[in-house]
């Protein structure tokens, strides 16, 4: 089970309670919100997307969207998602908890400027009904090798 690949990926940098688990879906970023208590901005919602014959990560605030003409800049294409069942034989994590953490070999992740506003946010763990609470430093450090990007916009 892919939370239980995350858990111990973050017990090994010494962050496995922050996970927080839940009785209900926490698979959009409204019910994600709904289930930690937080401002739906907070969540760090990761998005998947093809990027040659790579899979990237961007994760970014909850309030933000891709902004394609920044994407195209930094990436050279396109945005194309992922379709839902790519995620978890590409990814490693499902639909609903794809997260940047205990990855399959060939996902890029990176971490988009719009979770830097925030002391805390909230990215899945690898199931539907899972998060974990970290502050910006402790994503980077928990999904190195990762790099920082500005491709979104805040609506």
Same mark, same amino acid.
């Given at each position: ?25 926490? !698979?959009? *970023?409204?019910? =994600?919100?709904? +289930?930690?208590?937080?401002? $739906?901005?907070?969540? /760090? ?10 899979? !990237?990560? *961007?994760?970014? =605030?909850?309030? +933000?969207?891709?902004?394609? $003409?920044?994407?195209? /800049? ?27 953490? /205990? ?27 899972? /998060? ?24």
């Amino acid at each position: 089970m892919a939370i239980d690949k995350v858990k111990a990926f973050l017990r090994e940098r010494g962050m496995e309670e922050r996970v927080l688990e839940f009785e209900t879906s926490s !698979a959009t *970023v409204e019910l =994600a919100a709904q +289930a930690v208590g937080c401002e $739906p901005a907070r969540i /760090a919602k990761t998005l998947s997307f093809h990027v040659g014959d790579r899979v !990237a990560l *961007v994760v970014a =605030a909850g309030d +933000a969207r891709i902004d394609n $003409p920044k994407y195209k /800049a930094r990436f050279g294409c396109k945005a194309k998602m992922l379709a839902a069942d790519e995620a978890e034989p590409l990814i490693g994590h499902g639909v609903g908890g794809v997260c940047p953490f /205990a990855l399959n070999e060939g996902v890029d992740v990176f971490l988009d400027e719009s979770l830097r506003r925030f002391d805390t946010v909230y990215p899945a763990a690898g199931n539907a009904a899972s /998060a974990v609470r970290l502050t910006p430093d402790e994503l980077e450090r928990c999904a190195a090798p990762c790099t920082w990007v500005d491709v979104c916009k805040v609506v």
